[in-house]
């Protein structure tokens, strides 16, 4: 059922495309709605995708016909005809986006399937397809022996990316990772910033050039980083996971890991990325996700008694892959259609035959996007030293000074009983001082916060 739910989101994002409009407030709703039907020895699992809002005002149901019955003979044959969803299914869907712009319905009989299991498949599926239509509210809908699962994939943070010849593309850039609680109202970053690289044409090797594929090929990484640090230059970071994401050139995902991607771990210079080492999750990882995602070895800890709320913050990086396609000759909506249908299926093929200039690019790609958190790591080690500096001095005043008042004065204003205690508190409170650093910036997405009763103010008192 997955395979036939990509097919129609190709078909709508086609046919969307026609008249885009670039505006981030436009509104597009995109409904999926699965339900069963047990009759006396059948099960049948039925599936209805409609689209409505802000779509191409030129989309009409007569006018789509040929391509559907192209669809329903050529790539799913046994899906249709399906019974309509019950109108009220429709309502709430409807009440928030207007009426409806194209609805289609299929079948697949004999179905046996583990619901819990095609449920979290397609949510993965989906929830990779509004990473890259930002634009678009998914609502996913699934009743199944009298139960219903319900998600709603909606967008909080939108970001324009515009690519080299193709229309832009709207990437969420919501972070949803928790800043500490040190942190001040307003200090936050909730989102990332996309970094595009270039753009990498691709050959068509000749065996699938006989399968029918023609035209200029070529791919566009964007990098997407998160979350977003850049107001704290002073903060470690430890990088944990890359996820790499492939759109076919109607923006929709491509389903399923690539071998390709599985082995591209060898073939990447981690000592020249800052990397201690990097490894490819297990195939089970990817049960529930969509795209291929490593893990990032990491280095022994320097300061195993580093307290928790000074621990490297965690990030993660996003590597989107958009796939390009070019043909004056194809022209009709099948035929784009089946074009990426052939691109999908000979993927794995165009990737091995253009296996050394991807692997280059992917690594010039990464290496730039990593630039600035490795210059960040040699910056630390340099801050680390001048605190130790401080720290010595600071206590060599305190301990060699003859005046009692002074030196309880210094104890009494760090809360310690001697000088041994003064050194542990006067270097975290230096630590988290140094760390914390606040920097504005103008491009970041300032973040609504509650304002916690403990800041950094006294500890800057007693520094």
């Given at each position: ?215 200029e090929l070529s791919i566009q990484p964007v990098t997407l980083l998160r979350p977003c640090l850049l107001q704290y230059p002073n903060l470690a970071t430890q990088l944990t996971h890359i996820k ?71 990030q993660s990086l996003r590597l989107y892959l958009f796939l390009q396609h070019s043909d004056p000759f194809n022209c009709h909506l099948s035929d784009l259609m089946a074009t990426e249908v052939l ?121």
């Amino acid at each position: 059922m997955l395979r036939e739910i990509q097919e129609v989101l190709r078909l709508i994002m086609l046919l969307g495309e026609q008249k885009q409009q670039h505006s981030l407030k436009t509104r597009r709703g995109l409904l999926v709605l699965l339900w069963t039907e047990t009759g006396a020895s059948v099960q049948s699992l039925n599936c209805t995708v409609a689209a409505a809002g802000r779509w191409s005002t030129g989309i009409k149901m007569e006018a789509l016909q040929p391509v559907l019955t192209d669809l329903k003979e050529s790539m799913f044959p046994c899906a249709w005809p399906s019974p309509q969803p019950d109108p009220e299914e429709l309502c709430a869907f409807t009440d928030l986006y207007g009426s409806l712009r194209l609805l289609l319905s299929f079948q697949k009989k004999d179905e046996r399937f583990n619901s819990t299991e095609l449920c979290a498949r397609i949510e993965a599926f989906l929830h990779t397809f509004s990473l890259a239509n930002a634009k678009i509210n998914v609502h996913l809908k699934f009743k199944w022996n009298q139960q219903t699962f319900q998600r709603d994939l909606r967008v909080k943070i939108k970001r324009t990316v515009a690519l080299a010849n193709q229309l832009s593309r709207f990437l969420d850039v919501t972070c949803s990772s928790q800043p500490p609680e040190c942190v001040k109202k307003d200090c936050w970053c909730q989102g990332g910033h996309p970094v595009v690289g270039g753009l990498l044409p691709l050959s068509i090797p000749p065996k699938v050039m006989d399968q029918g594929l023609f035209g200029e090929l070529s791919i566009q990484p964007v990098t997407l980083l998160r979350p977003c640090l850049l107001q704290y230059p002073n903060l470690a970071t430890q990088l944990t996971h890359i996820k790499v994401l492939v759109f076919g050139p109607s923006n929709v995902p491509v389903a399923g890991p690539s071998t390709f991607f599985q082995n591209l771990p060898a073939h990447l210079d981690c000592q020249e990325l800052g990397l201690h080492g990097l490894h490819c999750s297990s195939f089970k990882d990817h049960v529930h996700n969509s795209g291929m995602v490593y893990t990032v070895e990491q280095e022994p800890s320097k300061d195993p008694e580093q307290e928790s709320s000074l621990l490297p913050m965690q990030q993660s990086l996003r590597l989107y892959l958009f796939l390009q396609h070019s043909d004056p000759f194809n022209c009709h909506l099948s035929d784009l259609m089946a074009t990426e249908v052939l691109i999908e299926h000979y993927l794995e093929d165009i990737l091995n035959n253009n296996r050394q200039s991807v692997t280059k690019a992917l690594q010039t790609e990464l290496k730039n996007t990593l630039k600035a958190s490795n210059h960040r790591k040699r910056s630390q080690e340099e801050l680390r030293s001048a605190a130790d500096v401080i720290l010595s001095s600071s206590i060599s005043v305190v301990s060699c000074s003859s005046d009692v008042d002074f030196r309880t004065a210094c104890l009494n204003s760090m809360k310690v009983r001697d000088t041994h205690e003064l050194s542990a508190s006067l270097h975290e409170s230096l630590r988290r001082v140094t760390s914390w650093k606040f920097t504005p910036r103008d491009r970041c997405y300032s973040a609504q916060m509650e304002e916690h009763p403990e800041s950094d103010d006294a500890t800057q008192r007693e520094i």
